[in-house]
């Protein structure tokens, strides 16, 4: 049986506008919901595996002793901090370009989380500085420029918090981010950079991971606990600032109708 041109091509159609429905707010509300559960779930029981294999399973360090586990949340939260910022950073100039509501959102949603881990980075480092390098802080290159990351959070934050209106809002604060872009590259090889205390990588694309295969796996698990658990607040986030943001519109009014009959 033969395809029309006209046929196939309506069916290409067909599939981009199933993908490209998502990009209406009203469309990925209920797809977020959907997701939130199966996200959190994943979140708990990796994160729980992850530390369990790090703080109890892996072996000691014969340099460092047993304080070296710090870097089972350490390296995970530092590698997101900086993933979290280039996805922010994407989703707010997608938005700044094409004036997508969603994207914005979404880059508005990624922000707190991505400056948690950024804390969270330095907090871990200094508990691990201190019996390694015998300081809680130093102004190395690689210290001072997650610092750096961190205000760039909290400076996308504040800038879109002091602006009333929400689409201005999203264009200043797309600038800023992209323009703090440049202070990822710096974070990550910062160590190769400049001589710093900070060690280096001990997992790299070109070699083989300089540490044992329990610490390597314990890491990557823990690693994915936290990526489910940024998915899992993302989405819970975006659909807060959905409703805000579309508050005004019938689908939101009949949503909020239908929950509060429900509750």
């Not at 294999?53 to 710090?70: E, K, N, S």
């Not at 508005?108 to 989380?113: D, E, F, M, N, Y």
């Not at 690689?142 to 918090?161: C, D, K, P, W």
Request: aromatic share 14%.
């Amino acid at each position: 049986m033969s395809t029309s041109p006209n046929s196939l091509s309506g069916a290409r159609a067909a599939r981009g506008i199933n993908w490209f429905k998502y990009a209406s707010p009203q469309t990925f509300f209920p797809l977020a919901g959907k997701l939130i559960p199966w996200c959190a779930a994943a979140a708990v029981a990796l994160s729980v595996l992850g530390l369990y294999i790090g703080f109890f399973v892996a072996p000691t360090d014969h340099q460092q002793g047993d304080a070296y586990r710090i870097i089972f949340v350490h390296v995970p939260a530092a590698w997101l901090s900086m993933v979290i910022y280039l996805a922010m950073a994407f989703w707010a100039g997608l938005g700044l370009v094409f004036n997508t509501r969603l994207s914005s959102m979404m880059a508005s949603a990624l922000a707190p989380t991505g400056a948690m881990f950024a804390a969270l980075a330095l907090w871990t480092g200094a508990l691990w500085g201190k019996p390694t390098w015998g300081a809680w802080w130093v102004w190395d290159a690689r210290l001072t420029s997650e610092l750096i990351l961190l205000f760039l959070y909290v400076g996308f934050m504040a800038l879109q918090a002091s602006i009333d209106e929400p689409r201005r809002a999203d264009k200043a604060g797309a600038l800023l981010a992209l323009v703090g872009v440049v202070n990822v590259p710096v974070i990550y090889f910062s160590v190769q950079w400049w001589n710093t205390l900070h060690q280096g990588s001990s997992i790299n694309m070109t070699s083989a991971p300089s540490m044992a295969l329990t610490m390597l796996a314990g890491m990557l698990i823990m690693m994915l606990g936290l990526w489910a658990y940024t998915f899992a607040v993302t989405l819970q986030r975006l659909r807060c600032i959905v409703l805000e943001r579309e508050r005004h519109t019938e689908w939101v009014k009949e949503y909020t109708q239908h929950t509060e009959s429900n509750s």
